[in-house]
């Protein structure tokens, strides 16, 4: 029993000597610590890499350093505000640079008054010219190809920011998966004024197949470009079986060069010329 207190009473005594040694050297640590002590460096920001001319974006350091402050400034590129705490500037890129490269910069200044070097973030400007006329400079026959078929798409205005599209998907459709489209076509695009545009989830058109109606849907993205000597788009999408989460483009992706995604690349009335249909290996076509 008396070495069973002994043992008890020694290990007491190492438990509490550890912990005055710990605080000791803790307390030593932060006594010779000094806040000149810290070398600034901006870790990590976070930003677009690709903007349109004459818009505004944010640009955000991603760490925190407590009593720092972070000052911004830009090269082709003017800083509108920032933050309150000033880890975040939005920046508006009015200038066209000549090599099409604006540069936006940051350096942090601790407490202690030590600033570090600039970071340096290299952003591309894309010219953006905007729509004079509205949805109504969107309007006509466009041509180029899409979905590997070389087609012509009309639009009409559809509202102050929507257009109507007709013919997106149908070569692919009647000849790549062999239907015959009997209703629909009409698709709604919303263009976004800073030269996105995006097809909400919605319902593409109806095709024949085998005496059987079979209804699909059209999900997408892109671009518009009002700067060329005519307007383009471009457009990233898939045409889905009627609340298919997988659209035929990914589901088939093996025989469209592994891409799992159909494009359109059309410009405003270019002609039509000569149908010329990429070469694939096609697919038995559905299992039904």
Known sequence: MKNRIFIRAALVLIVVWL?????????????????????????STAGPTLVLQTKTYSFKVTYHRAGSTWTWSGVDATVQSVSEDTKTASVVFNTLPANNIAHVKVTETTSAGVTSDEKII????????????????????????????????????????????????????????????????????????????????????????DGDNYDYEIIGSGTWDNCTTTPTIKITYDIYYEGDAKGLAATYASYLDNIPYLTIDIALDAKKGDIVLKSLQKPSFKNR
């Open 19 to 43: 912990a005055g040694s710990c605080e000791t050297d803790i307390q030593k640590a932060q006594d010779a610590y000094k806040p000149t002590d810290v070398v600034p460096v901006v870790i």
């Open 122 to 209: 290299d952003v591309t400007v894309k010219p953006f010219c905007p729509l004079t006329g509205g949805m109504a400079d969107l309007a006509g026959s466009w041509g180029g190809e899409d979905a590997y078929y070389e087609s012509i798409i009309a639009m009409t205005a559809d509202g102050a920011s929507t257009v109507k599209a007709t013919g997106i998907g149908v070569g692919f459709i009647e000849d790549w998966w062999a239907e015959e489209v009997v209703t629909g076509g009409n698709v709604v695009i919303t263009v976004n004024d800073d030269g996105t545009l995006n097809i909400p989830r919605q319902f593409l058109f109806t095709t024949l197949y």
